[in-house]
């Protein structure tokens, strides 16, 4: 990425200050919540960072199985490794899978160890982890070695195209074709059910609904595809997928594990359209961001769904909360400026007089509060109409703010949206469409200096404002950002901590509790 | 009137119409589509066969252009030679008025002397929020507040991946008089599969005079479907809560008559 001047707008600095210290409080008590749980998935992701594939002869796979089996001898509360580890060292079983498959027929007694016999344990299990987490570590040095060999895009915005076919063998003819016509990053949608289902799935799928199944095997395919595209093209193709839902600290692990390049991974966005655990959330979160922080993937956040949701204008100042949210969350657990995806999109009516005036100061307000995050901005879908004319102008539009207001990560609009999927003829005008614009007024961001005072500032400013009442608003109760969930403040729907699907999953960690791939990840 | 006016009317009046390019009864239509065969000369004529082949002669291959080796996209005007005889248009028709939303108030009021119950969601696997949100929050659609802003209309929004016996059951809870569920993704069927379900899990759940009336919607749902699919009424892309609201006030109307009929002994 070549340095340049972005472009701003004035805004108070001691407003902006202001706005970080009001997430800060928000986010501390969340953090704080998240370190006293663990949850399921998050023991889950720790036997899988410790080599632990495969499944069971109906597809259950074994962390599922060893993590059930445990629970039910010893609870969840001190944490997988202790008495998994304590029935290895005892012998028990000769290694992971044995143990695994010997707990699913019932034939192992897990205890929780003590004395001496915990800190073999302890040890043993912070070996293998250790092991995973330093193939996470070899796979980031890859990645950096490759783009130095093939090098990164040479114009920015990146260009972020989707695939969805349900198929992997289709999705990776589909996505070299992407490569080859321009796409810098590849993203692979999910099949539509999986963030509620509380397993990842084994091995390379074929069947998905409008998405392909984030499995190991892939992300491995698709990665190796991606690599010979960026060999052949002569530049870095990354590729995209999602931490999210029931399984988001196993699917983290697993795209460290694979070189994964960048995660879709927002804060609340589980909890607010997923009607997933609060709790259950923030802990998966937390866990997730560490591993992302470690494998060097740049994240992907979620804000276009508030406003796929809610009227752009009107809820505008919910974007910019959760991005702030989300910063606070993510620079916690670890990630760097360079690491944060933050999102935002293009979603105001176009029938609202000045919608892209409107639309430029939401997104300079974005670049100006988060200069050196690689900001994602989305495209309209709320009013693509089936007009697929109006449609395509709408799109130039939405490029057109994205070169003005120096977007980095542009996913690309397609005409048809709410049409039918992307045809391949579909994929090609809207590359041409991004290109034009790039090609034609990529560089206006250097020119585009909006008046201090004048619509647009005035506007940003506003949103600004309006994001500080809505961060007063979630401290002035009780239990802050939990309660302000629970009752409907943030977003419009009503999320209170003790409901949700995953909620079954949480435990609070015992004073016992260990967990090495935490230990690992939070030692540097 | 002119004559020349005059003289193509009655055809218009029998409903035996051509497409409008510029000029009355000209036929111009276009087309665009990919062909999976390398560009050239070829390829074009390849386009024009198959536009003649769908009725349109003479074809204009007006633009051709290569994506990639061996896909060529191209855009088509022509003179299609077919004609549309209106009369033979099936479409199904409105039953009801459309009210406004104060008139819907008045009558649910009169009607049931407590407030209308509504509950939807959208049940499966489906995260498509959109269609019932459009209609269900007060926000609205089509600039059309939607139920939520309607005073005798209590709504229940349920959100997205419900479970279908999650939604029976929240139904009951909450005495719902009708039940809105939207089905955006339509992969292998899913929304009809989707929609079988719902319907047959209301139908055990409830005596057949207090099920509530269902109502599903979405932009791949044909209107006709609904006996086929056990629910009282398919909605499609474009409705509005206006619609959705004015619908349920004839339709529990009409039952809360019958049934007020039937108690009287007179049904």
């Not at chain 1, 002569?234 to 594990?257: D, F, K, Q």
């Not at chain 1, 909890?271 to 060097?296: C, Y």
């Not at chain 1, 639309?359 to 901005?377: I, N, V």
Request: aromatic share 6%; with cysteine; net charge neutral.
């Amino acid at each position: 990425m070549t340095p340049r001047s972005r472009p701003k707008i004035d805004l108070d600095p001691a407003t902006v200050r202001r706005a970080r210290t009001l997430a800060r409080r928000a986010g501390r008590p969340i953090v704080r919540l998240a370190k006293q749980h663990t949850t399921a998935s998050v023991e889950r992701a720790t036997l899988r960072l410790a080599g632990l594939t495969g499944a069971d002869p109906d597809g259950t796979p074994w962390v599922n199985r060893l993590v059930d089996a445990a629970r039910a001898d010893v609870g969840l509360e001190h944490g997988i490794s202790l008495p998994v580890w304590d029935a290895l060292v005892t012998g028990q079983a000769a290694d992971l899978p044995g143990l695994a498959a010997a707990a699913a027929a019932g034939d192992v007694r897990f205890r929780i160890p003590a004395g001496r016999d915990a800190a073999r344990a302890q040890s043993a299990s912070r070996k293998q982890v250790a092991a995973g987490i330093r193939r996470v570590d070899a796979r980031r040095r890859e990645r950096d070695r490759l783009i130095a060999r093939w090098g990164d895009p040479a114009h920015k915005p990146w260009i972020y195209l989707i695939v969805a076919t349900g198929d992997i063998y289709e999705d990776i003819p589909q996505a070299q074709a992407a490569a080859r016509e321009g796409a810098d990053i590849i993203a692979v949608i999910r099949s539509t059910g999986q963030s509620l289902i509380d397993f990842v799935p084994e091995g390379a799928t074929r069947e998905g609904f409008a998405g392909t199944y984030a499995t190991q095997d892939n992300f491995r395919l698709m990665r190796a595809a991606l690599d010979e595209s960026s060999r052949q093209l002569g530049r870095y193709v990354r590729l995209t997928n999602y931490a999210s839902g029931l399984c988001m600290p196993e699917i983290a692990a697993l795209a460290g594990l694979e070189r994964l390049d960048m995660m879709l991974n927002d804060s609340m966005y589980g909890i607010l359209f997923r009607d997933i655990n609060p709790v259950r959330t923030f802990v998966d979160q937390r866990f997730s961001r560490q591993v992302h922080a470690r494998a060097g993937i740049i994240i992907n956040t979620g804000e276009d769904n508030y406003l796929t949701t809610a009227d752009a204008v009107e809820a505008a100042h919910t974007v910019t909360v959760s991005q702030l949210l989300n910063e606070y969350f993510a620079k916690e657990a670890g990630l760097e400026d360079w690491q944060l995806g933050l999102g935002h999109a293009f979603e105001i009516d176009p029938a609202v007089p000045d919608s892209f005036r409107l639309e430029l100061a939401h997104a300079l307000l974005a670049r100006t509060l988060f200069p050196k995050a690689p900001l994602k901005w989305m495209p309209p879908t709320r009013h693509m109409t089936g007009d697929v004319f109006r449609g395509y102008l709408l799109d130039g539009f939405f490029n057109l703010a994205g070169a003005m207001t120096d977007q980095d990560i542009l996913l690309v609009g397609m005409m048809t949206e709410a049409v039918v999927t992307p045809w391949l003829s579909d994929r090609d005008l809207a590359l041409q469409n991004v290109r034009y614009v790039v090609n034609a007024a990529g560089r206006l961001s250097e020119d585009f200096v909006p008046a201090p005072d004048g619509f647009i500032s005035q506007r940003a400013r506003r949103v600004l404002a309006e994001s500080i009442d809505l961060l007063e608003r979630i401290l002035n109760h009780e239990n802050g950002l939990l309660d302000a969930i629970a009752d409907g403040t943030f977003g419009l729907m009503k999320r209170p901590a003790d409901a949700g699907k995953g909620l079954e999953g949480v435990a609070k960690k015992a004073s016992g509790y260990y967990n090495p791939a935490t230990v690992l990840l939070e030692e540097q | 009137m002119s004559a020349s006016e005059r003289s193509r009317s009655p055809a218009a009046q029998q409903g035996v119409i051509r497409p409008y390019g510029d000029t009355t009864g000209d036929g111009m239509v276009q087309l665009s589509f990919t062909l999976p065969m390398p560009h050239g000369k070829r390829a074009e004529g390849a386009a024009a066969q198959l536009a003649n082949k769908m009725g349109i002669d003479p074809a204009l291959v007006v633009h051709a252009k290569p994506m990639g080796p061996d896909f060529t996209f191209f855009v088509v005007y022509g003179r299609a030679n077919h004609l549309v005889d209106v009369s033979a248009v099936e479409i199904l028709e409105r039953e009801y008025p459309l009210l406004t939303p104060k008139e819907v108030n008045v009558a649910v009021k009169r009607a049931l002397r407590r407030r209308l119950v509504v509950v939807g969601g959208c049940i499966g696997t489906d995260a498509h929020t959109v269609g019932i949100d459009a209609i269900l929050n007060i926000k609205g659609f089509a600039g059309e507040k939607g139920l939520e802003y309607y005073r005798e209309l209590r709504v229940v929004n349920l959100g997205a991946q419900l479970s279908v016996p999650d939604l029976v059951a929240r139904a009951k809870e909450e005495s719902a008089d009708a039940v809105l569920v939207s089905q955006v993704v339509t992969q292998r069927n899913a929304h009809i599969l989707n929609t079988l379900e719902m319907s047959a899990a209301f139908r055990e759940a409830y005596p057949a005079d207090q099920r509530p009336v269902l109502i599903i919607g979405g932009p791949r749902f044909e209107e006709r479907q609904a006996a086929t699919l056990g629910v009282d009424r398919v909605f499609t892309r474009g409705t509005t809560p206006g619609e959705v609201a004015s619908y349920l006030v004839h339709e529990l109307i009409t039952r809360e008559r019958a049934t007020h009929a039937a108690k009287r002994g007179l049904g």
